[in-house]
């Protein structure tokens, strides 16, 4: 994307003075279009105005933004150059360059400021909990209390050195996109060529580039020849473009500027010259650093949540510390001192010393998990907010695919195969389609369900294949690499000679998952992949390998590929019968466009002994068919040559002319006169067509399943060509097809969806695709009220990627971004949960993410989300578990001043200890618990959902009662006369009893919290988490050691009991463990309906500072405003006869009704007023369905298929399907 050239959403960027020696600069907020000027107001890129103003040394106005012609968009690269003042031919002059350095800077990024280790401590502890453990350090300290003193900050530095060990987060996105810049480049400097470091490139030098050349900065292109450059890091296209000379539209997407080559990417082969046109930051590499530099990331739901429950906790430990001071001081008539110190000890009780620490030990449980699923985690927050994760936006290439083109298909002129097996091991077969009817009597075959069935081949129909096949290997320059583990991988070129494995030189770097055990073997391609592919179809059919087959075949000529012409030639020496003759059999491989006119026959009956007339319309469906299910399509053609052939003549143009010579050509055209016939007509036969993908990996397949049945939608969003982001779509479930539509739509027709259908994004939601062009035509109320109702964006640029993220958390989404190019950065960075590719992955995009995958692999993100809701059901057990026993110890101290009691029943270091040991052993276990067995059948949590919700509270309330009147009771009973059964104790007995009475009433309500809803009167309550074992029972060993043990337990006040007490114990853990059961089953149908409306009205009065809803309820107006855009049309209008833009009808649907939580409420219809959103108006969207699952609001927007769509949605993506192109 040349620098300024976005067609504005709002008033163009105007030229303002600046006191500096750039003088009248205009400069253009990046992403003023895209983003808002709001979003990245700091950041700033020259527009094209500005740099030639700059290039000549002028003070020019700058024109209106609509009235530029981008770079790519002017007609030739030599107008291009007088506009920057420059010489195509020399290049600048010495000392112009040096004014110009002077007044660009030089041509590098600018550094983000880092995040030093003294700010991530101060991360760290920078919350209201830890706070609340500081203050009461310092009062522990103020009263020489200092054993209590070193173990809350003991408690401290675990937690904090926990959080820093976990994260060890550090801004690298800056550098890491630093280090892709080219540190040399070929420059034009008087006329001659020099190697100038890169830095010193400013817009007009004119740079040459070869093969293995990093581009130094964004250059629109002079000259060209077989340049192929890798973009894939900006674009997400799987293979390498081949660079024109001719312009593109001003709108064209990154991926179609083909004239142009941007700054960072890599030269793959040939050669080509080009004019600098950006630099540094006004590059589109620099403007993805300024992206990730200033786009904020995503706060964490979790995080927020604890700092709420802090400022809830200071206020409720300041409230009864008060009360419990004036008690103490009034009523029990104790000292100031004396009443100060009781007052710090029911705090103490109360503030849940041990909670941070085990919060970070559970996140960090999850990360361990998930690392030994591979899936790494670098921000510890992230693995809860895996678990809320509503919407996945994923790549197409390596992720939901495996970056390994396959052959899917082969059509000849008498048969269609379908081949399975994905990537480039060599494991799968062919399989040949037949119709029903005639399949009857063939044996078993496979039905597809479209009236085809799917037909092993027998003996002779597969040697028939091979042969078809042979010219796929034969007219190949790639190779198919095979290592064993720890072997050098060895190929075999076009030569014969061996040569080491090296990088992929097109699509991106074509990296094998790690070999299975057993020393299995490891393919990897070496050359282009769609070659590779050829390669690898041809051993599941069974040929040899192909350096046996070229050794058997040798090579006598060859006609390269060219990007101009799209097709290549070789031409092999094959023996002719057994009496020692051979023949010259040429083959052609390329765009069946460009072979098709060069063919006057094709094999007929799969046979190469037999011809048959060409067929041209036959050629040309089966090619649209094929390109219309996104497929790349190859040609495959074959010819006798004379054995007199004069091989060296070999060129294009003698296969363009028949076999004309281009000399004789040239000659004759120079005389005015017809090219004279060829002495030997060239005699091609077109042999087959083949069809080539990417596909989707198996386990992708199955992982959005999962998704779509837990209630995710997920999105593709790729720099890939828009009908094969569909097809692919469609294999995936991401797209769903005319029948599921159908189905979908159901008898009620389009306007009206069930509940059922609601909950199914992937049947739902009729999408179709929306590119990136149509993106940046749209504003963000726009597209906001289409992204939901679309799962496929194809053509994407880095901005139009982060808009996306944006647009889907403006409507209270969370949202996950996949990525590994430098141009996922940012929307990487802005996502709830950012996730990078450990292995395909760049740097940038890793240190961006807060989350890595080691495998490359979107089911390991499925997986994930399953750790992720884990780790919130245990971190919500723990608080269940914690908080009502930590109010019960504080409680029981304030309770004993309000009921008079002589003496508390608990000291402070006792109630240090219950925290610190008890607290923590037993939350620890919770961590372990498994997940309940209906994990991924749940619909996501809603967006900000409390983790102090209803049922916490009331159990902090009834549990809290129910144990401080067992232990203030047991205490009584204990301190009465030794004339009352059971009484009569001294005061450390007392304490020790109304201790263990404490600590048991943990152990049985610990228990209670392993399932929260379900009862434990069950057998699976001795299952599922050996953990659990383990810390009841070192709890129990703590109570008699520090019960028993002289010394022991005079330092924490109490003495051993003895059989009476120990009963009374046994029995209090009993009660309390029924009691909760007994709650259990009352809670939803008896108190819940009760405490509803007292805690929404009480929530309702909040303040913000104590609210965890502010953010919710912001989302939820835009959604419901979304919702309203969306059903007037906001992606394009009503459906085939419900009319289209403003005029649309209202979407009928049935009353609201209120059901249990849980439940879909369908209802809230909204009319369809608005007009169609811009650049939409062929794919015609009606509101199905607004559902609120769990409180979370889901849109269901289902599109109508119509003929004008599908031809519209066919010429939205002209220009960016390039299907039936070679790859070679």
Same mark, same amino acid.
């Given at each position: 994307?040349?620098?300024?050239?976005?067609?504005?959403?709002?008033?163009?960027?105007?030229?303002?003075?600046?006191?500096?020696?750039?003088?009248?600069?205009?400069?253009?907020?990046?992403?003023?279009?895209?983003?808002?000027?709001?979003?990245?107001?700091?950041?700033?890129?020259?527009?094209?105005?500005?740099?030639?103003?700059?290039?000549?040394?002028?003070?020019?106005?700058?024109?209106?933004?609509?009235?530029?012609?981008?770079?790519?968009?002017?007609p030739?690269?030599?107008?291009?150059?007088?506009?920057?003042?420059?010489s195509?031919?020399d290049?600048?002059s010495t000392?112009?360059?040096?004014?110009?350095?002077?007044?660009?800077?030089?041509?590098?990024?600018?550094?983000?400021?880092?995040?030093?280790?003294?700010?991530?401590?101060?991360?760290?502890v920078?919350?209201?909990?830890?706070?609340?453990?500081?203050?009461?350090?310092?009062?522990?300290g103020?009263?020489?209390?200092?054993?209590?003193?070193?173990?809350?900050?003991?408690?401290?530095?675990?937690?904090?050195?926990l959080?820093?060990?976990?994260e060890?987060?550090?801004?690298?996105?800056?550098?890491?996109?630093?280090?892709?810049?080219?540190?040399?480049?070929?420059?034009?400097r008087?006329?001659?060529a020099?190697?100038?470091?890169?830095?010193?490139?400013?817009?007009?030098?004119?740079?040459l580039?070869?093969?293995?050349?990093?581009?130094p900065?964004?250059?629109?292109?002079?000259?060209?020849?077989?340049?192929?450059?890798?973009?894939?890091?900006?674009?997400?296209?799987?293979?390498?473009?081949?660079?024109?000379?001719?312009?593109?539209?001003?709108?064209?997407?990154?991926?179609?500027?083909?004239?142009?080559?941007?700054?960072?990417?890599?030269?793959?082969?040939g050669?080509?010259?080009?004019?600098?046109?950006?630099?540094?930051?006004?590059?589109?590499?620099?403007?993805?650093?300024?992206?990730?530099?200033?786009?904020?990331?995503?706060?964490?739901?979790?995080?927020?949540q604890?700092?709420?429950?802090?400022?809830?906790?200071?206020l409720?430990?300041l409230?009864?510390?008060?009360?419990?001071?004036?008690?103490?001081?009034?009523?029990?008539d104790?000292?100031?001192?004396?009443?100060?110190e009781?007052?710090?000890?029911?705090?103490?009780?109360?503030?849940?010393?041990?909670?941070?620490?085990?919060?970070?030990?559970?996140?960090?449980?999850?990360?361990?998990?998930m690392?030994?699923?591979?899936?790494?985690?670098?921000?510890?927050?992230?693995?809860?907010?895996?678990?809320?994760?509503?919407?996945?936006c994923?790549?197409?290439?390596?992720?939901?695919?495996?970056?390994?083109?396959?052959?899917v298909?082969?059509?000849?002129?008498?048969?269609?195969?379908?081949?399975?097996?994905?990537?480039?091991?060599?494991?799968?077969?062919?399989?040949?389609?037949?119709?029903?009817?005639?399949?009857?009597?063939?044996?078993?075959?496979?039905?597809?369900?479209n009236?085809?069935?799917?037909?092993?081949?027998d003996?002779?129909?597969?040697?028939?294949?091979q042969?078809?096949?042979?010219?796929?290997?034969?007219?190949?320059?790639?190779?198919?690499?095979?290592?064993?583990?720890?072997?050098v991988?060895i190929?075999?070129?076009?030569?014969g000679a061996a040569?080491?494995?090296?990088?992929?030189?097109?699509?991106?770097?074509?990296?094998q998952?790690?070999?299975?055990?057993?020393?299995?073997?490891?393919?990897?391609?070496?050359?282009?992949?769609?070659?590779?592919?050829?390669?690898?179809?041809?051993?599941?059919a069974?040929?040899?390998?192909?350096?046996?087959?070229?050794?058997?075949?040798?090579?006598?000529?060859?006609?390269?590929?060219?990007?101009?012409?799209?097709?290549?030639?070789?031409v092999?020496?094959?023996?002719?019968?057994?009496?020692?003759?051979?023949?010259l059999?040429?083959?052609?491989?390329?765009a069946?466009?460009?072979?098709?006119?060069?063919?006057?026959?094709?094999?007929?009956?799969?046979?190469?002994?037999?011809?048959?007339?060409?067929?041209?319309?036959?050629?040309k469906?089966?090619q649209?068919?094929?390109?219309?299910?996104?497929?790349?399509?190859?040609?495959?053609?074959?010819?006798?040559?004379?054995?007199?052939?004069?091989?060296?003549?070999?060129?294009?143009?003698?296969?363009?002319?028949?076999?004309?010579?281009?000399?004789v050509?040239?000659?004759?055209?120079?005389?005015?006169k017809?090219?004279?016939?060829?002495?030997?007509?060239?005699? +091609?036969?077109?042999?087959?067509l083949?069809?080539?993908?990417?596909?989707?990996?198996?386990?992708?397949?199955?992982?959005?399943?999962?998704?779509?049945?837990?209630?995710?939608t997920?999105?593709?969003?790729?720099?890939?060509?828009?009908?094969?982001?569909?097809?692919?779509?469609r294999?995936?479930?991401?797209?769903?097809?005319?029948?599921?539509?159908?189905?979908?739509?159901?008898?009620?027709?389009?306007?009206v969806?069930?509940a059922a259908?609601?909950?199914?994004?992937?049947a739902?939601?009729?999408?179709?695709?929306?590119?990136?062009?149509?993106v940046?035509?749209?504003?963000?109320?726009?597209?906001r009220?289409?992204?939901?109702?679309?799962?496929?964006?194809?053509?994407?640029?880095?901005?139009?990627?982060?808009?996306?993220?944006?647009?889907?958390?403006?409507?209270?989404?969370?949202?996950?971004?996949?990525?590994?190019?430098v141009?996922?950065?940012p929307?990487?960075?802005?996502?709830?949960v950012?996730?990078?590719?450990?292995?395909t992955?760049?740097?940038?995009?890793?240190?961006?993410?807060?989350m890595?995958l080691?495998?490359?692999?979107?089911a390991?993100?499925?997986?994930?989300?399953?750790?992720?809701?884990?780790?919130?059901?245990?971190?919500?057990?723990?608080?269940?578990?914690?908080?009502?026993?930590?109010?019960?110890?504080?409680?029981?101290?304030?309770?004993?001043?309000?009921?008079?009691?002589?003496?508390v029943p608990?000291t402070?270091?006792?109630?240090?200890?219950?925290?610190?040991?008890?607290?923590?052993?037993?939350?620890?276990?919770?961590?372990?618990?498994?997940?309940?067995?209906?994990?991924?059948?749940?619909?996501?949590?809603?967006?900000?959902?409390?983790?102090?919700?209803?049922?916490?509270?009331?159990?902090?309330?009834?549990?809290?009662?129910?144990?401080?009147?067992?232990?203030?009771?047991?205490?009584?009973?204990?301190?009465?006369?030794?004339?009352?059964?059971?009484?009569?104790y001294?005061?450390?007995?007392?304490?020790?009893?109304?201790?263990?009475?404490?600590?048991?009433?943990?152990?049985?309500?610990f228990?209670?919290?392993?399932?929260?809803?379900?009862?434990?009167?069950?057998?699976?309550?001795?299952?599922?988490?050996?953990?659990?074992?383990?810390?009841?029972s +070192?709890?129990?060993?703590?109570?008699?050691?520090?019960?028993?043990?002289?010394?022991?337990?005079?330092?924490?006040?109490?003495?051993?009991?003895?059989?009476?007490?120990?009963?009374?114990?046994?029995?209090?853990?009993?009660?309390?463990?029924?009691?909760?059961?007994?709650?259990?089953a009352?809670?939803?149908?008896?108190?819940?309906?009760?405490?509803?409306?007292?805690?929404?009205?009480?929530?309702?009065?909040?303040?913000?500072?104590?609210?965890?809803?502010t953010?919710?309820?912001?989302?939820?107006?835009?959604?419901?405003?979304?919702?309203?855009g969306?059903?007037?049309?906001?992606?394009g209008?009503?459906?085939?006869?419900?009319?289209?833009?403003?005029?649309?009808?209202p979407?009928q649907?049935?009353?609201?009704?209120?059901?249990?939580?849980?439940?879909?409420?369908?209802?809230?219809?909204?009319?369809?007023?608005?007009?169609?959103?811009?650049?939409?108006?062929?794919?015609?969207?009606?509101?199905?369905?607004?559902?609120?699952?769990?409180?979370?609001v889901?849109?269901?927007?289902?599109?109508?298929?119509t003929?004008?769509?599908?031809?519209?949605?066919?010429?939205?993506?002209?220009?960016?399907?390039?299907?039936?192109?070679?790859?070679?």
């Open positions: 994307m040349a620098p300024g050239h976005l067609p504005p959403a709002g008033p163009p960027a105007h030229v303002h003075q600046d006191s500096g020696d750039r003088g009248n600069i205009g400069r253009k907020s990046l992403g003023t279009k895209s983003l808002g000027a709001k979003s990245l107001a700091k950041t700033s890129v020259l527009d094209k105005a500005s740099i030639i103003s700059l290039a000549k040394g002028t003070r020019a106005q700058q024109p209106q933004e609509s009235d530029e012609v981008p770079w790519h968009a002017i030739t690269g030599e107008e291009v150059v007088a506009e920057l003042g420059s195509a031919e290049g600048l000392a112009e360059a040096e004014r110009r350095l002077q007044a660009f800077g030089p041509n590098k990024l600018t550094e983000v400021e880092k995040i030093s280790f003294w700010r991530r401590l101060w991360n760290q920078n919350n209201m909990i830890i706070g609340l453990l500081f203050g009461a350090a310092i009062v522990e103020a009263l020489e209390s200092w054993a209590e003193f070193g173990l809350i900050l003991g408690v401290i530095i675990i937690n904090t050195a959080g820093l060990f976990q060890g987060r550090a801004e690298k996105a800056a550098d890491a996109i630093k280090a892709l810049l080219s540190p040399n480049a070929t420059v034009l008087d006329g001659q020099a190697v100038l470091p890169a830095e010193a490139l400013v817009p007009g030098d004119v740079v580039l070869k093969s293995g050349d990093k581009v900065a964004d250059v629109r292109l002079l000259s060209a020849v077989n340049l192929q450059v890798q973009e894939a890091m900006l674009t997400g296209e799987s293979v390498p473009v081949s660079k024109v000379l001719h312009p593109a539209p001003p709108p064209a997407g990154l991926g179609d500027r083909k004239c142009m080559c941007f700054s960072a990417t890599n030269v793959v082969s050669q080509g010259r080009g004019v600098v046109v950006a630099t540094g930051d006004s590059a589109e590499i620099g403007q993805i650093n300024k992206m990730v530099g200033t786009v904020e990331s995503a706060r964490n739901n979790l995080v927020h604890l700092e709420v429950l802090g400022r809830w906790l200071v409720l430990v409230a009864i510390g008060l009360v419990a001071f004036l008690l103490a001081l009034l009523h029990a104790q000292g100031f001192k004396g009443a100060f009781s007052a710090v000890s029911i705090a103490v009780a109360i503030v849940p010393e041990g909670l941070p620490a085990v919060v970070t030990i559970v996140l960090a449980i999850g990360t361990t998990v690392a030994r699923n591979n899936a790494i985690i670098r921000q510890l927050p992230a693995v809860e907010t895996l678990g809320s994760l509503n919407v996945i994923s790549d197409k290439t390596g992720t939901l695919t495996k970056n390994e083109m396959t052959v298909a082969l059509r000849t002129a008498a048969t269609e195969y379908t081949v399975s097996g994905v990537g480039y091991e060599p494991v799968g077969e062919f399989a040949m389609l037949v119709p029903d009817a005639a399949a009857k009597g063939a044996g078993d075959g496979a039905a597809n369900g009236g085809t069935r799917s037909h092993p081949l003996g002779a129909q597969l040697t028939a294949l042969q078809l096949l042979k010219g796929t290997v034969l007219c190949n320059d790639s190779s198919l690499v095979k290592e064993r583990p720890g072997e991988a190929a075999i070129d076009g030569d040569d080491g494995a090296a990088a992929d030189k097109g699509g991106k770097e074509q990296e998952k790690a070999p299975k055990a057993g020393g299995a073997v490891r393919y990897s391609p070496l050359g282009a992949p769609t070659e590779v592919a050829l390669l690898t179809a041809a051993e599941k069974g040929l040899p390998p192909a350096a046996e087959l070229k050794a058997a075949l040798p090579r006598v000529g060859t006609v390269p590929f060219e990007s101009e012409h799209k097709f290549m030639a070789t092999h020496r094959e023996q002719d019968g057994g009496d020692g003759r051979s023949k059999i040429m083959y052609v491989k390329g069946p466009d460009r072979l098709l006119p060069l063919c006057n026959s094709q094999i007929a009956d799969n046979d190469l002994g037999r011809t048959s007339p060409l067929d041209p319309g036959f050629w469906t089966q649209a068919e094929l390109s219309s299910r996104g497929l790349r399509v190859l040609a495959l053609c074959r010819g006798e040559l004379p054995e007199d052939t004069d091989l060296s003549v070999l060129s294009p143009a003698w296969l363009l002319s028949g076999g004309v010579i281009p000399e050509a040239a000659a004759a055209a120079a005389e005015g017809p090219p004279p016939p060829p002495v030997n007509q060239l005699q +091609l036969s077109m042999v087959l083949v069809a080539i993908l990417d596909p989707p990996r198996e386990e992708a397949v199955r992982a959005v399943g999962v998704a779509h049945k837990a209630g995710i997920v999105k593709m969003i790729t720099g890939d060509h828009a009908l094969t982001a569909v097809a692919i779509g294999m995936l479930g991401i797209v769903p097809g005319a029948e599921e539509v159908a189905a979908a739509a159901g008898p009620a027709g389009p306007g969806a069930t259908s609601a909950r199914r994004p992937s739902a939601t009729a999408v179709s695709v929306i590119t990136g062009p149509q940046d035509a749209m504003d963000d109320e726009g597209l009220a289409v992204v939901m109702g679309c799962n496929v964006f194809a053509r994407a640029s880095p901005e139009n990627k982060l808009r996306i993220v944006k647009a889907l958390q403006a409507l209270g989404q969370t949202v996950a971004m996949t990525g590994d190019g141009n996922d950065a929307a990487l960075k802005a996502a709830d950012g996730v990078a590719m450990g292995i992955g760049t740097d940038v995009s890793k240190e961006a993410a807060k890595v080691a495998d490359d692999n979107f390991t993100i499925v997986a994930a989300v399953r750790e992720g809701r884990r780790v919130w059901d245990n971190i919500r057990k723990i608080l269940i578990f914690n908080l009502p026993v930590n109010l019960a110890q504080g409680f029981s101290v304030l309770y004993a001043y309000i009921l008079g009691f002589k003496d608990l402070a270091l006792q109630v240090l200890l219950v925290n610190l040991l008890t607290s923590v052993t037993l939350g620890l276990a919770l961590a372990a618990e498994p997940p309940e067995p209906d994990i991924m059948e749940r619909q996501p949590r809603r967006r900000g959902k409390r983790l102090v919700g209803k049922l916490l509270l009331w159990r902090m309330f009834f549990v809290c009662h129910v144990v401080v009147a067992l232990v203030l009771g047991l205490f009584y009973w204990a301190g009465r006369g030794s004339s009352t059964p059971g009484g009569g001294p005061l450390s007995q007392q304490r020790a009893e109304a201790f263990n009475v404490l600590v048991g009433a943990q152990v049985a309500y228990v209670n919290c392993r399932f929260l809803k379900l009862s434990c009167f069950h057998p699976r309550v001795f299952f599922g988490n050996r953990v659990a074992y383990i810390s009841i +070192l709890v129990a060993a703590l109570m008699v050691f520090v019960t028993y043990v002289p010394g022991v337990n005079k330092f924490f006040h109490m003495s051993g009991m003895d059989g009476i007490q120990w009963a009374r114990v046994v029995v209090a853990t009993a009660v309390v463990y029924a009691i909760v059961e007994i709650e259990k009352l809670v939803d149908p008896l108190f819940m309906p009760i405490l509803r409306p007292v805690l929404a009205a009480i929530e309702d009065h909040t303040p913000e500072f104590l609210s965890v809803r953010a919710l309820h912001a989302g939820s107006k835009k959604l419901k405003s979304a919702c309203s969306c059903a007037g049309g906001g992606s209008g009503g459906g085939a006869g419900e009319g289209v833009g403003p005029a649309a009808a979407v649907g049935s009353p609201a009704r209120r059901q249990r939580r849980g439940s879909t409420r369908a209802g809230q219809r909204a009319a369809a007023a608005a007009g169609p959103a811009p650049a939409l108006a062929a794919p015609s969207a009606a509101l199905s369905a607004v559902s609120e699952v769990d409180g979370h889901r849109l269901g927007v289902r599109e109508v298929a003929p004008a769509s599908a031809a519209a949605g066919a010429a939205a993506g002209a220009g960016d399907v390039e299907m039936g192109q070679p790859q070679p």
